[in-house]
């Protein structure tokens, strides 16, 4: 899969020029918000939640609330694989995205795809987003065991390997936050399909990994995207 190697370019360029003329024009150039796309599948997008209760919008106003200034972008697709998230990087790494959130691999599990596949497919977003010069979180997916001990060793490495090569931030499960050790404490927090959260399960999902989130916004503007 080709891979384009202009956005961090074109991006820096942009806001160099921006820059220019209004100082040229005698006006302070106003900074604009950090802007962080949310590459997903149906946890990012917000599956079966009025939007509000969305895991973006909650992360968007999580971060306002401890003053970060940040513009999160829903790039969630409902059934993505890290696949399709591979196929849609380019489109999601536009020039005025400054950092981004990854947050694939649930559905390859549904499926029991190969975790090679996977591995080889987040490995084509990470290198989107290193030529591109924008920041990464990486959030990882627990595998289940009824796989075998094989598949999930294999599919759970992935994600501390990935952040370690490429220089990403990482979260080790984006079901952290719901701090339940058995799956009948989970299910209060889940909607009824018990893959989903609910509303307070996103919420409890945000509050975890808002911190990093943040740190993220921090390392994008110290880069200068």
Not at 56 to 64: D, K
Not at 161 to 175: I, K, P, R, W
Not at 176 to 184: C, I, V
Request: proline content about 6%; charged content about 15%.
């Amino acid at each position: 899969m080709a891979v384009s190697m202009g956005y961090g370019v074109v991006g820096t360029m942009r806001k160099v020029l921006m820059s220019s003329l209004f100082c040229l024009c005698g006006f302070m150039a106003t900074a604009e918000p950090v802007q962080i796309v949310a590459l997903g599948d149906s946890l990012t997008q917000g599956y079966g939640l009025v939007p509000e209760q969305g895991f973006v919008p909650q992360l968007q106003n999580w971060l306002s609330g401890q003053g970060v200034e940040v513009e999160v972008i829903n790039a969630g697709v409902s059934g993505d694989t890290t696949a399709g998230g591979a196929a849609r990087i380019d489109w999601a790494l536009t020039p005025e995205v400054d950092a981004m959130i990854v947050t694939l691999g649930g559905n390859d599990l549904l499926r029991g795809l190969d975790p090679a596949e996977a591995r080889k497919n987040l490995t084509v977003i990470l290198e989107a987003a290193r030529a591109a010069e924008v920041p990464v979180l990486l959030i990882g997916m627990d595998a289940p065991s009824n796989y075998g001990p094989d598949y999930k060793q294999a599919f759970d490495a992935i994600y501390p390997d990935l952040s370690a090569q490429f220089g990403a931030l990482y979260a080790e499960d984006f079901f952290a936050g719901l701090d339940a050790d058995t799956p009948a404490q989970a299910r209060a927090f889940m909607q009824p399909d018990g893959i989903h959260p609910n509303a307070e399960g996103v919420a409890r999902i945000v509050a975890a990994l808002g911190p990093q989130v943040a740190e993220l916004a921090e390392l994008a503007e110290d880069q200068g995207n």
